[in-house]
């Protein structure tokens, strides 16, 4: 009996005890149990934490040392083919030729995964379009900004209309601008589109946002698994992020007595009500520093996987 | 039901349940772009340069052997010998297509992409392959077809011009051969290296590097020596199988290649043999990383 008859058929991806090491010394991947069901996944960890490994053993690139894995109900190391001609893949680093237009990057892509010429051709634009490139698109990629030439990664993931996309650390290298805008395409992919994600990122506050579930791994161990519902909002937090003078602010909130946290360049400030948002910005406009950003982020979530990282880190 | 004109309708995102094709057109659509690429068509101008000067090269010699053919009746360049007086522009050629199918997909980082794809590793490797192979055999076999017109016009009666046309067909084969073996050599060399200068270079390097080797040995005073010399370098050992093939009573002995003409067969076939396996090999360990 195999793991994907023991599941339901809703699975969408499941692994059991799932374990990878490099030559015997590195552990990648340690004893990894999960199941997830169709929606936008968080993969969480810091870099090194296995993501890329898992991933790779997801698309039947790698195979696990020990350990099951299902994808789509089908076990990648049986049948790569199958579970690859299903899924798009978005990878991390730059991986786009300088000298072809995202036209005909994406229209060979798409042949590449078995779409006939004509249809790889209009669902190539098609899938440029939704990721917002839509007149740019006979420009030689080279030309683009870090911005566009995500985008293109991920249109090429879309072209062959897959039922899984795993996404890379999709919002690396992109302004928080930037970040925003990519973290709400994959969210309309999710929603709208009705084609599951995964999305890998080493920050917890900005996938959270967007995700069903969410899956944190350090050093290649699980940590927690779990939908964000059950992780339920309890107070929500302001994020504010100025270009320079984090401490000076900081001091200065404190001044004010809000009781605010660092989370990296990022500080936090529990919303308590609307008069919150007038005192920092005061704030901010007092010391005239450059705001860089001010949203709501749920805050129960983070709290949950910070206790946990930390006392591995 | 007609819309007013000049409203755009967002229809939304279009799931897709037409035909998916299966492993043999995939290969065929990477084998036919990357034959263009092999071209530089579809690329930019700086990339056509070079490709197309050797292709006029060799079409110029063509188009002259082809008209003293046709004007005299003399026979200048036999078909067989072709590729071997234009040898070094193939090494040329092989320089710039090869570095230009593989490198540049090394250096991109795109490969990725390929292999998260219902592509395999050696698929991938074969149709590059095949496309470089394609190329040579398009444009040497080219320049044999030219010649072969020329002597169709100078010699007489069907049957002279069906006895022409199977001399061309077997030069073609031999074409073929040549197109194989630097082929696989050059596509195995760039596919290790990510800078196309550097593998064209080293492509380059690996054809000449053998020829002291087999100077070498004709300096030894020992005329097996001679006859064994041309096994060690690409260039000369296809050469040696064509004069087996060809010239199966050669009269220049002390160049020849004696009674070793399987043997040298049997090399070639366990080139090519050794290249396209260390090519297989190398994109399975590719597309692990």
Redesign the interface.
């Known amino acids: 009996m195999t793991l994907g008859h023991t599941l339901s058929r809703v699975t969408l991806i499941a692994t059991e005890s799932l374990t990878k090491t490099y030559g015997g010394r590195v552990t990648a991947l340690s004893d990894l149990t999960v199941s997830v069901e169709p929606g936008i996944i968080g993969l969480v960890g810091a870099n090194g934490a296995g993501k890329s490994t898992l991933i790779?053993i997801l698309?039947g690139?790698?195979p696990p040392t020990s350990g099951r894995v299902h994808v789509l109900g089908l076990d990648p190391t049986v049948d790569p083919?199958?579970v690859?001609?299903r899924?798009g893949?978005m990878?991390e680093?730059?991986?786009?030729?300088?000298?072809l237009s995202a036209a005909?990057l994406v229209t060979?892509?798409g042949?590449?995964?078995?779409?006939?010429?004509t249809?790889a051709r209009e669902?190539a634009s098609?899938a440029l379009r939704?990721v917002g490139l839509y007149e740019e698109r006979y420009r030689q990629v080279g030309g683009y900004s870090t911005g566009m030439k995500q985008r293109v990664k991920l249109a090429?993931a879309l072209v062959?209309?897959p039922d899984l996309l795993l996404l890379d650390e999709p919002t690396n290298g992109l302004d928080p601008a930037g970040r925003d805008a990519m973290l709400a395409l994959v969210q309309r992919?999710g929603t709208?589109?009705?084609i599951s994600v995964v999305v890998c990122s080493h920050l917890l506050g900005e996938v959270e946002r967007i995700c069903d579930h969410l899956i944190a791994i350090d050093g290649g161990k699980l940590l927690r698994s779990d939908n964000v519902s059950a992780m339920t909002t309890s107070t929500d937090v302001l994020v504010v992020e100025v270009s320079e003078g984090s401490e000076e602010l900081e001091q200065r909130l404190l001044e004010m007595r809000l009781p605010v946290t660092r989370d990296g360049h990022a500080l936090l400030v529990p919303l308590e009500d609307d008069l919150t948002y007038d005192r920092i910005l005061t704030a901010v406009a007092d010391l005239d520093l450059p705001l860089h950003r001010l949203d709501q982020r749920r805050h129960r979530v983070a709290e949950l996987f910070a206790d946990r990282e930390a006392a591995h880190v | 039901m007609s819309s007013p004109a000049g409203v755009i309708h967002d229809i939304g995102y279009q799931r897709y349940e037409g035909e998916r094709l299966g492993r043999g057109d995939v290969f065929l659509a990477l084998y036919a772009a990357s034959l263009r690429t092999a071209f530089g068509l579809g690329r930019s101008f700086k990339a056509k340069i070079f490709p197309w000067i050797i292709v006029g090269v060799v079409a110029i010699v063509g188009i002259v052997i082809m008209a003293i053919r046709a004007q005299t009746g003399e026979v200048v360049i036999k078909y067989a010998e072709l590729p071997e007086v234009l040898g070094t522009l193939m090494v040329l050629f092989v320089a710039i297509a090869a570095p230009e199918l593989v490198s540049r997909d090394l250096h991109s980082g795109v490969l990725p992409l390929y292999f998260s794809r219902p592509l395999r590793p050696a698929d991938y490797a074969l149709a590059k392959l095949s496309a470089l192979v394609t190329a040579i055999v398009l444009v040497w076999g080219g320049a044999q077809v030219l010649v072969f017109i020329g002597a169709a016009f100078s010699v007489k009666g069907f049957g002279n011009v069906m006895n022409e046309l199977a001399d061309a067909g077997l030069g073609v084969v031999y074409t073929a051969l040549y197109a194989v073996v630097f082929g696989s050599i050059a596509i195995l060399v760039a596919s290790l290296l990510k800078r196309r200068a550097v593998a064209a270079a080293a492509i380059v390097g690996s054809f000449l590097i053998t020829g002291p080797i087999v100077a070498m040995f004709y300096i030894l005073p020992s005329e097996t020596a001679h006859q064994l010399a041309q096994l060690f370098n690409p260039a000369s050992l296809v050469g040696g199988v064509g004069d087996w093939l060809f010239e199966p009573s050669s009269s220049n002995e002390e160049l020849g290649i004696g009674p070793f003409g399987p043997l040298y067969a049997l090399v070639a076939l366990g080139l090519i043999a050794l290249c396209v396996t260390l090519l297989i090999a190398r994109y399975r360990k590719v597309s692990k990383s």
Do not use: C, N, W
């Open positions: 790779k698309l690139l790698l083919m199958g690859r001609a899924v893949y990878p680093h730059d991986s786009l030729p300088p000298d005909e060979h892509l042949r590449m995964s078995g779409l006939p010429k249809t669902r098609e939704h090429q062959h209309d992919i709208e589109f009705g």
